[in-house]
T-cell receptor
């Protein structure tokens, strides 16, 4: 099956710093999503981004489907950005509603 | 619009007991799925459904059973709980076409003694 790898596994930032999280996937996908799991365990969808670039405030994401990777950019980080960031893909040629998750990047933003 | 709801939030079982985790969504989504999350790991798909009456297995289906009698509800049954099923369980839903963003419930933390 498809493999989804995220890097780095852990990241510690000072408030105000920028960071880039990476997601590599081993096969073609029809759907890629980024999620933030906050310290209380809630999973929040950040981006639905099978290809191209999207921005939402201080966050942006880029997916290069032909090269099988996606990047999540966090600018001017805040302590509320702490938590685990997951990349998840729906493999195959059409939407199935099934997601394969990476292992996540744990981010800690220090004041 | 409550989104995806799950009950209970916490549950403790003894080995061998059975129980049902409830999941409901009010967004008229056709796709629903169950995932489990173990410490330090990503989520793994247990079972999923593409509509009422249609279910299929995910990556880790053993020990779990599902059914989908309505669009709104997708319960997950543990047939005979084992300590290996101690985990946090998430239910999710999404639409079938267009921007199929997946929405997650708040999770159920299950401990099997």
């Amino acid at each position: 099956g498809i493999q989804v790898e995220q890097s780095p596994p852990d990241l510690i930032l000072q408030e105000g710093a920028n960071s880039t999280l990476r997601c590599n996937f081993s096969d073609s996908v029809n759907n890629l999503q980024w999620f933030h799991q906050n310290p209380w365990g809630q999973l929040i969808n950040l981006f639905y981004i099978p290809s191209g670039t999207k921005q939402n405030g201080r966050l942006s994401a880029t997916t290069v489907a032909t090269e099988r990777y996606s990047l999540l950019y966090i600018s001017s980080s805040q302590t509320t950005d702490s938590g685990v960031y997951f990349c998840a893909v729906d493999p195959g040629s059409s939407n199935t509603g099934k997601l394969i998750f990476g292992q996540g990047t744990t981010l800690q933003v220090k004041p | 619009n409550a989104g995806v709801t799950q009950t209970p939030k916490f549950q403790v079982l003894k080995t061998g007991q059975s129980m049902t985790l409830q999941c409901a969504q009010d967004m008229n989504h056709e796709y629903m799925s169950w995932y489990r999350q173990d410490p330090g790991m990503g989520l793994r798909l247990i079972h999923y459904s593409v509509g009422a009456g249609i279910t299929d297995q995910g990556e880790v289906p053993n020990g779990y059973n599902v059914s989908r009698s309505t669009t709104e509800d997708f319960p997950l049954r543990l047939l005979s709980a084992a300590p290996s099923q101690t985990s946090v369980y998430f239910c999710a839903s999404s639409q079938t076409s267009g921007v199929s963003t997946q929405y997650f419930g708040p999770g159920t933390r299950l401990t099997v003694l």
